[in-house]
């Protein structure tokens, strides 16, 4: 198990490495869209500071309150105009309400038709947001017309992957395009976070 703590600074370590993997991708101007709560902030704030660090590129966070203003979000977002969307929905909100926040915005960004790329954060990918959102025909249908990227996770490697996502009905498959190393503090934190288990190193 994880601090609270903790929990943010694994939030610092993976939105520093996910920055620089949007950068190392090309982007330049990007919109990061998230729950409003700490640990998304966290990792959106850490996200924005390495994307600008490594690409010289534009940035802009934009937080929903979960249930109640996922529209609003939307409509400033859709004033920004970035090519790039990232979702990094997760955090200390119960999940099941931010599934629902998730799909939410997803339905709204796909009634404006939002952005050219959309980034999948893997708390919400890992907890079935995706899965419950291509139940939408209309946002199934958006998500099949943009090129659609989700960090994932291999854990016994110690590897963060960025993957392009094909949307074939509601079905996902997953082509990795880049593998990140991360250090043995941050696959730690990923590994008692995520699965509750501890890693031993030996010398």
Do not use: W
Not at 170 to 194: C, F, G
Request: aromatic share 6%.
């Amino acid at each position: 198990m994880t601090t609270f703590e903790e929990e943010v600074h694994l939030r610092a370590l993976t939105g520093r490495l996910v920055g620089k993997a949007l950068a190392d991708l090309g982007v330049n101007k990007l919109a990061i869209i998230a729950p409003k709560n700490t640990i998304c902030s966290s990792i959106a704030a850490a996200t924005e500071a390495g994307f600008i660090d490594h690409s010289g590129g534009v940035s802009r966070i934009f937080l929903t309150e979960p249930g109640s203003d996922e529209a609003d979000a939307v409509e400033r977002l859709a004033e920004y105009g970035a090519p790039v969307v990232l979702l990094q929905f997760g955090g200390e909100t119960p999940i099941d309400v931010v599934k629902k926040s998730f799909v939410e915005t997803l339905r709204h960004m796909a009634e404006k038709g939002l952005g050219e790329t959309l980034v999948i954060h893997v708390r919400i990918f890992a907890a079935g947001g995706l899965d419950e959102a291509l139940k939408d025909a209309k946002i199934r249908d958006y998500l099949a017309s943009r090129d659609v990227v989700i960090y994932t996770v291999d854990f016994d490697r110690g590897l963060v992957l960025i993957n392009k996502a094909r949307i074939e009905g509601d079905k996902v498959v997953l082509e990795k395009i880049r593998e990140y190393p991360v250090t043995l503090e941050h696959a730690d934190l990923l590994n008692r976070s995520i699965r509750q288990r501890r890693l031993s190193f030996t010398q």
